[in-house]
Nanobody, 123 residues
Framework: QVQLVESGGGLVQTGGSLRLSCTASGPTVRTYAMGWFRQAPGKEREFVAIISVSGNSTLYSDSVKGRFTISRDNTKNTVWLQMNSLKPGDAAVYYC????????????????WGQGTQVTVSS
């Protein structure tokens, strides 16, 4: 089992920045691809960004590409999501997720999820 804990959410003005962190624990954490997903009230959980086991490959949704950056440090068992130029439409609960080896953009493909961290963007 992999345990994921997110942090770094909060309230930010439109155009501002936040950096979310996800710390993972478990005996084989370094073999897991990681993803960030988000869910706003009344909407389905949606893909935001994914990163490969090595950190050498990333993919972003069209809505965040150019504004968000996903990264990881396997020596620290941590994944980050740097969010810049935030918009009101980015407001949601952000979730960190993990699955073995290969990253995908489908929430249903992921085996482990954190409890989420709230991001609020004022308009």
């Amino acid at each position: 089992q992999v345990q994921l804990v997110e942090s770094g959410g909060g309230l930010v003005q439109t155009g501002g920045s936040l950096r979310l962190s996800c710390t993972a624990s478990g005996p084989t954490v370094r073999t897991y691809a990681m993803g960030w997903f988000r869910q706003a009230p009344g909407k389905e959980r949606e893909f935001v960004a994914i990163i490969s086991v090595s950190g050498n490959s990333t993919l972003y949704s069209d809505s965040v590409k150019g504004r968000f950056t996903i990264s990881r440090d396997n020596t620290k068992n941590t994944v980050w999501l740097q969010m810049n130029s935030l918009k009101p439409g980015d407001a949601a609960v952000y979730y960190c997720a993990a699955r073995m080896w290969n990253p995908t953009s489908r929430p249903s493909d992921y085996d482990y999820w954190g409890q989420g961290t709230q991001v609020t963007v004022s308009s």
